[in-house]
């Protein structure tokens, strides 16, 4: 009797199974069909495309790594993705009826290692400027009229700023220059995260009109810049004149004025730091009787005088002297502008080899990049519309041959930019990179170029990779 009890109450259960089972099966069809969807990646974003699914309110798609969206399109995009990482695509169509919507489908996709195109744009909504590119050719930032940006090229991302310029970037993007928040003439400052923080230089400054931070090393350690001083009763006013250098060493925290150096001349004009080499070499010009430039060996050396010629009389007759005039990126090299005081302060291109003690002139109005591998960016005049920009390889020897920039970038290299924009075909009359391109600077290894086309709409900042792919 007890073994069938058993047996009748074990058919129960099987039966209560199979109807569970059968259920479970109905619910399952009355789901509305998962979504079939294609995947596809463009450099570092991911493209999903589906078919429109009867019944579905909309579409849920998301990633993992990653967060889900919701969407009644029939295609999405993820971008500003990290290179070197698989992503696992997710998509379900969702019902009216939530019981009632799909299985979620699921595919895997790796976005490779990033190779960069050989020609980008970028046009800041503020309308600044390129300044400088880190060394591994990573971070380019700019500025103008109070107004930057910081560019990240590994993912073509930029953070713009209304109230801060940018001078010049580390390797890891920390970014120099002038805050202009609270002063509208600027203070030195210093990017970190995305804020700006002011460089305190109480302890040298009496009464500060303006400060500017305009070079940091690469490994983002040691910050030189200028400030004006309105005080002539300052110390260092008088010895230096109404323009005075100072350096940060970021890791001490000290802030202090280099050393002066031995002046031919005796009056105090303005004295400024406008770059610095990865070992801490400080260059920057003396403005007294004409623009001399000075080097600094350390901040504890007085600075000496780049290459100045004199008479008897300590009237100048040429001098590397400019404002403007930069270190290459190892510091090998000086480059800007030089200045014939015999024919009536003619101002050349020029570039100076302080490993040979060599000063290279050119034709043009001045040098406004250079590389360390001696390929020299000419610019006739910078930063009007209509100029010419040529290239100088000066491994070649002289007589220097003066390459249009156009030329060297189709030919040379054989980059076709035209694949990337219309307007630098070079069989178009207004091709832009003949018309106004002003070369700002390259890479440690000179394969990435950073340059301005300065148009009637304004600045455009392009990036020429010769490593780069040259067609989309």
């Given at each position: 009797?007890?073994?069938?009890?058993?047996?009748?109450?074990?058919?129960?259960?099987?039966?209560?199974?199979?109807g569970c089972t059968k259920e479970t099966e109905a619910a399952k069809d009355n789901r509305i069909a998962t979504p079939e969807f294609t995947l596809s990646v463009h450099e570092n974003s991911i493209t999903v495309v589906w078919e429109a699914v009867e019944g579905a309110a909309y579409y849920e798609v998301g990633l993992t790594p990653g967060s889900i969206e919701k969407t009644d399109m029939t295609i999405h995009r993820f971008d500003n993705l990290d290179y070197g990482v698989t992503y696992v695509v997710k998509l379900q169509a969702i019902a009216a009826d939530a019981a009632k919507s799909s299985k979620v489908g699921e595919k895997s996709i790796t976005i490779g290692e990033r190779i960069a195109p050989a020609y980008r744009e970028f046009i800041p909504r503020f309308g600044a400027a390129a300044q400088a590119i880190s060394n591994n050719g990573r971070w380019v930032v700019g500025g103008f009229d109070r107004k930057g940006f910081v560019l990240d090229l590994n993912n073509?991302?930029?953070?713009?700023?209304?109230?801060?310029?940018?001078?010049?970037?580390?390797?890891?993007?920390?970014?120099?220059?002038s805050n202009h928040a609270v002063n509208p003439d600027g203070d030195a400052a210093i990017l970190i995260g995305d804020t700006m923080v002011d460089i305190d230089i109480s302890n040298i400054a009496v009464n500060a009109g303006m400060s500017c931070a305009?070079?940091?090393?690469?490994?983002?350690?040691?910050?030189?810049?200028?400030?004006?001083?309105?005080?002539?009763?300052?110390?260092?006013?008088?010895?230096?004149?109404?323009?005075?250098?100072f350096y940060y060493d970021v890791i001490t925290g000290i802030v202090a004025v280099p050393e002066l150096g031995d002046r031919i001349y005796n009056e105090?004009?303005?004295?400024?730091?406008?770059?610095?080499?990865?070992?801490?070499?400080?260059?920057?010009?003396?403005?007294?009787?004409?623009?001399?430039?000075?080097?600094?060996?350390?901040?504890?050396?007085?600075?000496?005088?780049?290459?100045?010629?004199?008479?008897?009389?300590?009237?100048?007759?040429?001098?590397?002297?400019?404002?403007?005039?930069?270190?290459?990126?190892?510091?090998?090299?000086?480059?800007?502008?030089?200045?014939?005081?015999?024919?009536?302060?003619?101002?050349?291109?020029?570039?100076?080899?302080?490993?040979?003690?060599?000063?290279?002139?050119?034709?043009?109005?001045?040098?406004?990049?250079?590389?360390?591998?001696?390929?020299?960016?000419?610019?006739?005049?910078?930063?009007?519309?209509?100029?010419?920009?040529?290239?100088?390889?000066?491994?070649?020897?002289?007589?220097?041959?003066?390459?249009?920039?156009?030329?060297?970038?189709?030919?040379?290299?054989?980059?076709?930019?035209?694949?990337?924009?219309?307007?630098?075909?070079?069989?178009?009359?207004?091709?832009?990179?003949?018309?106004?391109?002003?070369?700002?600077?390259?890479?440690?290894?000179?394969?990435?170029?950073?340059?301005?086309?300065?148009?009637?709409?304004?600045?455009?900042?392009?990036?020429?990779?010769?490593?780069?792919?040259?067609?989309?």
């Open positions: 009797m007890k073994n069938i009890i058993k047996i009748l109450f074990s058919a129960v259960i099987a039966l209560s199974i199979i073509d991302k930029m953070v713009e700023f209304e109230t801060a310029e940018f001078y010049d970037v580390a390797d890891d993007g920390t970014a120099v220059g305009t070079g940091i090393t690469p490994d983002g350690e040691f910050i030189v810049g200028w400030f004006w001083e309105y005080d002539e009763s300052c110390y260092y006013a008088q010895r230096f004149g109404s323009v005075i250098p105090a004009g303005a004295t400024a730091i406008k770059a610095v080499a990865p070992d801490r070499t400080m260059l920057g010009y003396e403005q007294s009787m004409g623009i001399h430039s000075i080097i600094w060996a350390d901040e504890y050396t007085p600075y000496e005088y780049v290459h100045f010629e004199y008479d008897s009389n300590y009237n100048p007759l040429f001098s590397l002297g400019d404002t403007q005039n930069l270190f290459t990126q190892s510091g090998r090299y000086i480059y800007g502008k030089a200045i014939d005081y015999t024919s009536g302060q003619v101002e050349l291109p020029a570039a100076y080899d302080r490993n040979t003690d060599t000063l290279h002139t050119f034709t043009g109005g001045a040098v406004t990049a250079m590389s360390d591998d001696g390929i020299v960016f000419i610019n006739d005049a910078p930063f009007y519309i209509g100029t010419t920009s040529y290239v100088v390889d000066i491994t070649k020897g002289e007589p220097y041959v003066n390459v249009p920039l156009e030329e060297w970038v189709f030919d040379v290299h054989d980059i076709d930019i035209a694949a990337f924009d219309p307007m630098c075909d070079e069989d178009k009359d207004n091709n832009i990179l003949l018309e106004g391109a002003i070369t700002i600077g390259t890479s440690a290894n000179g394969r990435i170029i950073v340059g301005i086309e300065n148009t009637q709409m304004g600045y455009i900042n392009y990036v020429i990779d010769l490593d780069g792919e040259t067609g989309r």
